[in-house]
């Protein structure tokens, strides 16, 4: 288990620090964006962030976990490829809304498919020092 809470831990720093979105502004800017326009798509982003947690929390319970992963996999490659040829600001924008469903999708299935990993073998009390 400790390969799985090592990597777990890994993960989940890794994809929170969002070292891209420095680069990423730069992208956006050199495609004729305004700061305020990306600013723009940041509200968007959160606020429909917010919107889906509990929408993609019971598509996990209900699709299983490792599924929730798996589509969370494809929307993050759907969401680069399309800021990748869709580079006006709607693009940005869809862009940022697959992104977020993507992150959402993540954000509970990684922490039950640990649970439940944790559970199967019987330690589901490290499960508050791992996700700590």
Not at 21 to 37: A, E, H, M, V
Not at 107 to 126: F, I, P
């Amino acid at each position: 288990m400790k390969g799985l809470e090592r990597n777990y831990i890994g993960f989940q720093v890794f994809f929170g620090l969002l070292l891209w979105l420095p680069i990423f502004y730069q992208y956006q800017i050199s495609n004729g964006l305004t700061p305020g326009q990306i600013f723009q798509i940041q509200t968007w982003y959160y606020l429909f962030f917010c919107l889906i947690e509990i929408p993609t929390g019971w598509i996990s319970d209900r699709l299983g976990h490792a599924m929730s992963l798996a589509l969370a996999s494809m929307a993050l490659i759907a969401s680069n490829a399309i800021a990748l040829f869709y580079t006006a600001f709607s693009g940005f924008l869809i862009h940022f809304l697959v992104l977020a469903l993507a992150r959402s999708l993540v954000s509970g299935g990684a922490s039950a498919l640990l649970y439940e990993s944790l559970e199967a073998v019987g330690e589901k009390s490290r499960f508050k020092k791992v996700e700590g």
